[in-house]
């Protein structure tokens, strides 16, 4: 018996072997069990064989974990495993082969930990060699988090998934961060899962994301590479029971989209482009936007309300938009990822009639037959641009006679409205196309005073179509004069 300090005897090291790993898990801490091994040869190594732990290693170099690690997956008993096991690597710089990180991989494996959090720092590279990720059959729960770093998957001949046996069977939960895998091939060994996060930011090439599962809910993409040259993203989902949806992407060329998701409720969707190369005559389209607003009554809650949002503003100089009316309405049509019923328009007018193409826009046949809500937001620089003569944006001259059918629009509201007869004009053609419209908002550009006809003009509008509750705010915050 190794003598306790002060030269008593210890007492407590004679203890059976299950009091003392019970004493061992109640510090909470692997580094504090660890820690004991220091007080005598009957507590070294003893919080390896703990039954169930937090194994924590945090901010420490990538040589003392993968050292403690090792010994702690050499002492595993069978039965025994980690609930929680958290590996932070310290931010050294530098290269790390890819062999010492799969050894530290498959040691983590070794220890089959329900919850799986790894984190790479990221000044430390592994080398471009692919590293296997071995499996993790009990976890529930993996996060990996890096800057650059490949994974394949290790499968053995076994069990029934196509003759292989299924790594990751009890997976609910995955967050990938800086990871590239090859998702097609990998999702399938996950049949139980329910969220994947995927954040693509730094060096690492996701331009084609593929997530065809039988169980998730829930999926986040991050695509957060901003202009990186790619001529080509696609994105694939086939998810009958997935309910929400948030991705994000920054686009320098063509993007594939496929979404297969008969349940989806909750979206959240943005896609930036890094120059127009959709549009029509001289405006462009900068981003395209899809989103849930969630209806709420005074007591009940109402059914969620999609929203198409579209960023367009006009184009420097004079561009020439290759098969513009068909591919300006294909490319907005691929990010309808569900039905909509509200349209967001955020127009940079830059000093341009807009009437032309915001009539043009809305009598494409997805959203004409679809729009019950339509709110525009005109954009103003605090420089007026002048639009110069005979501009293209008023073409064609016969917009404010026509007639388009918007026979479920309700709403419309207008904001940034600068007083100008071409904006009445506007106003003047959707009462006109709009049967069912009942509530029509107003809003004055801050700073703008409308001039009398334009006020006369509103107020006449509004008692010709007595059944459309017609609200102008003309008051801004300059003096009104109506």
């Not at 909750?266 to 959709?278: E, H, N, Q, T």
């Not at 009639?353 to 937001?377: D, E, P, Q, S």
Request: net charge neutral; proline share 5%.
């Amino acid at each position: 018996m190794d003598p306790a300090p002060g030269g008593q005897a210890d007492l407590i090291s004679v203890l059976p072997e299950d009091l003392l790993l019970e004493i061992l898990e109640r510090l909470g801490s692997a580094r504090a069990a660890a820690g004991t091994s220091l007080l005598s040869r009957r507590w070294r190594g003893l919080w390896t064989r703990l039954p169930s732990l937090t194994l924590s290693f945090h901010d420490l170099p990538f040589g003392s974990i993968e050292a403690a690690l090792h010994r702690a997956a050499a002492r595993r008993r069978p039965g025994v495993y980690i609930y929680h096991l958290n590996i932070r690597v310290a931010g050294e710089a530098g290269t790390m082969g890819a062999g010492r990180f799969s050894s530290l991989l498959w040691d983590a494996a070794r220890l089959s930990p329900v919850e799986l959090l790894l984190t790479l720092p990221r000044n430390l590279e592994v080398s471009c060699m692919e590293v296997t990720l071995p499996s993790f059959h009990r976890a529930t729960s993996m996060d990996l988090r890096a800057r650059e770093l490949h994974l394949t998957v290790w499968a053995k001949p076994y069990g029934s998934l196509n003759g292989y046996y299924v790594p990751f069977r009890s997976l609910e939960r995955l967050s990938l961060s800086g990871c590239h895998i090859d998702l097609a091939t990998f999702i399938p060994f996950c049949q139980r899962l329910r969220v994947l996060r995927l954040n693509t930011t730094g060096l690492v090439d996701m331009s084609n994301i593929t997530v065809h599962s039988a169980s998730l809910e829930e999926l986040v993409v991050e695509h957060g590479n901003r202009w990186t040259g790619r001529t080509r993203t696609h994105i694939s989902v086939d998810s009958p029971v997935l309910k929400q949806l948030t991705a994000s992407f920054h686009a320098c060329g063509n993007i594939g989209v496929s979404i297969l998701a008969p349940m989806l409720d909750k979206v959240w969707w943005r896609c930036s482009y890094a120059k127009p190369i959709y549009g029509l005559g001289l405006w462009g389209l900068s981003e395209v936007g899809f989103n849930t607003n969630a209806g709420r009554g005074a007591c009940v809650q109402l059914p969620s309300v999609h929203v198409l949002s579209l960023h367009i503003s006009p184009v420097q100089d004079s561009v020439s938009f290759p098969n513009a009316e068909l591919s300006f309405e294909a490319e907005i049509d691929k990010h309808m990822v569900t039905n909509f019923s509200g349209l967001d328009l955020h127009l940079s007018t830059k000093g341009h009639v807009f009437g032309a193409f915001v009539l043009h826009l809305l009598g494409m046949h997805r959203i004409r037959t679809a729009l019950r809500n339509l709110k525009i937001v005109l954009l103003r620089s605090e420089v007026k641009d002048a639009c110069p003569v005979n501009c293209l944006c008023d073409e064609p001259k016969n917009w404010r006679t026509e007639t388009i059918t918007l026979a479920d629009l309700e709403t419309m509201e207008i904001e940034g409205v600068g007083g100008e007869d071409h904006e009445f004009d506007f106003l003047e053609v959707i009462f006109r196309c709009a049967p069912m419209l009942k509530t029509v908002t107003v809003r004055l550009s801050d700073g703008v005073t409308p001039s009398v006809d334009w006020c006369t003009k509103v107020n006449n509008i509004s008692m010709a179509y007595p059944s459309v509750e017609c609200n102008a705010d003309l008051v801004s915050r300059a003096k009104a004069v109506c």
